[in-house]
Nanobody, 122 residues
């Protein structure tokens, strides 16, 4: 079955960096898309970035452009989210998810990991 396991969250000071990892298994790696999403307390889940399984195409939410980079390691079946110049408003639970087709809509992602907490604070 599909499994997605995130790691790499933690506490970081404003302006710092973190790399999140998503280990994926149980599906055809060459299709669909894997996305990163985040949810802060009292807010709706929002998309951060996603990457296509077919061609490696990427999408970034406006707040992520220039600060976050999504990538994938096909051999290890992992997706990474490199986050830099982090701000307190980036504090949230970050989750990776799988869509069976390319989409930037949260509703298209049917399989989810458990999430990893990112806290940006001094």
């Amino acid at each position: 079955q599909v499994q997605l396991v995130e790691s790499g969250g933690g506490l970081v000071q404003p302006g710092g960096s973190l790399r999140l990892s998503c280990a994926a298994s149980g599906f055809d790696w060459d299709y669909g898309a894997i996305g990163w999403f985040r949810q802060a307390p009292g807010t709706e889940r929002e998309g951060v970035s996603c990457i296509s399984g077919e061609d490696g195409g990427t999408y970034y939410a406006d707040f992520a452009k220039g600060r976050f980079t999504i990538s994938r390691d096909n051999a290890k079946k992992m997706v990474f989210l490199e986050m830099s110049r982090l701000k307190p408003e980036d504090t949230a639970v970050y989750s990776c998810a799988l869509s069976t087709g390319w989409s930037t809509r949260t509703s298209a992602y049917k399989y989810w990991g458990q999430g990893t907490q990112v806290t940006v604070s001094s």
